[in-house]
């Protein structure tokens, strides 16, 4: 049976698991089938009164199928050639050289800007209201990564480029840099907090790729583009399909780091700088006000003493305005801990497998906490 991957909207999410849960739907899988089904039968001429008069939460047997008067067709099964199964077993991409890390990280230099260079644009002011980053966005070393590479790639073009001209070799180079990670953290050993390869995709896996697009840049539906983070945090701005930086966007890819710029990347212990980590700070507070409410109702709730996991969904949900299922809220608490942790503002401490959490710097708390 083929395999398929999709992105849904976290509100369209939603509305399928709350039909699963009242036992309309088996699993979201039998609901989507379903809909296939349905769809197929509306292209074949079907009218969606007699799709439901035959019970549209039940797959039609292909094989014993109505024609539009309602007489049953049969259908003659196809004779399928006898074949050996295929192994099962996954295709694995060929081992990163040096030639091709140094060709992914040359990419990702920051280039001095000359008057060819395309010019960055003015940030809309504030993000929109409402707009909460997407609760599966963990990390914030993959914008640094995605602003260099427009960086660099703009710096001997006169304008920026379009998305979907981009996106594919942003996504590979991404992708290298990632799986090369992942052989470091597995060298040095890291353990939990201290990856550095989270957050990124895996080169030759496409779907990590497609998520890194969605999650850090931009989703592409068959409606349209729509900007995510990178454009929350007021880093690029998207107009008729072109991505450009903004002057802060500019700015926070000309910043030394650690991984980018390092000259070893096996002692390597954060993906961000000092320089990184204090301009998102000031970025949140003066530019991303849903962030930054987001961000300092975590805060207070810690400095409150909910330091588990349980304990600060608990004290945070009454604050957060939110209509999310359980599952869905202790994501998005979870995306926001771990970018405060990326901004040096709170520490995870593992005892097993069980985490609290603790502020790292309260003098830089207090002051975050200060700001409305």
């Keep these: 049976m083929p395999l398929l991957a999709m992105n849904l909207s ?28 349905n769809q197929l039968a509306l292209e074949r001429g079907v009218t969606p009164d007699e799709v439901i008069a035959r019970g549209h939460r039940k797959i039609v047997d292909e094989d014993t199928a109505k024609d539009r008067n309602g007489k049953e067709t049969r259908k003659k099964k196809p004779v399928k050639p006898k074949t050996q199964p295929a192994a099962s077993v996954p295709i694995q991409p060929s081992p990163l050289t040096k030639d091709e890390i140094a060709d992914t990280w040359s990419r990702l230099t920051w280039v001095k800007r000359t008057e060819l260079s395309a010019e960055p644009c003015k940030a809309s002011g504030t993000s929109e209201p409402g707009s909460h980053v997407f609760g599966q966005v963990n990390r914030l070393f993959p914008l640094k990564l995605a602003c260099r590479w427009l960086a660099h790639y703009s710096a001997t073009i006169d304008k920026w480029p379009t998305f979907d001209s981009i996106s594919g070799a942003l996504a590979e180079d991404a992708g290298v840099v990632g799986s090369y990670l992942e052989q470091l953290d597995t060298s040095a050993n890291r353990k939990r907090d201290e990856v550095l390869s989270i957050g990124l995709p895996r080169r030759g896996n496409t779907p990590s790729k497609e998520r890194f697009l969605a999650q850090f840049l931009a989703r592409v539906t068959r409606a349209g583009l729509f900007p995510t983070t990178i454009a929350q945090y007021q880093l690029a701005k998207f107009e008729d399909g072109t991505i450009a930086l903004t002057e802060q966007g500019l700015e926070f890819a000309s910043f030394s780091n650690p991984i980018l710029d390092g000259d070893n990347l096996l002692t390597a212990k954060a993906t961000l700088s000092k320089s990184d980590s204090e301009f998102l700070v000031r970025l949140v507070l003066n530019q991303i006000p849903v962030e930054r409410d987001d961000m300092q109702v975590v805060l207070r709730v810690l400095a409150e003493g909910k330091v588990t996991p349980a304990a600060l969904s608990e004290g945070t949900r009454q604050h957060l305005a939110t209509d999310e299922s359980d599952d869905v809220f202790k994501t998005q608490v979870s995306g926001i801990i771990a970018r405060l942790s990326d901004l040096g503002l709170v520490r995870r401490r593992w005892e097993g497998r069980f985490v609290t959490y603790e ?5 830089r ?6 700001v409305s």
């Design 365 to 370: 708390v207090e002051a975050f906490l200060k």
């Design 359 to 363: 502020l790292e710097n309260k003098d």
């Design 10 to 37: 976290d509100k369209l999410f939603l509305q399928i698991k709350e039909l699963v849960e009242k036992g309309a739907y088996q699993n979201p899988e039998s609901f989507l089938e379903i809909a296939a089904f």
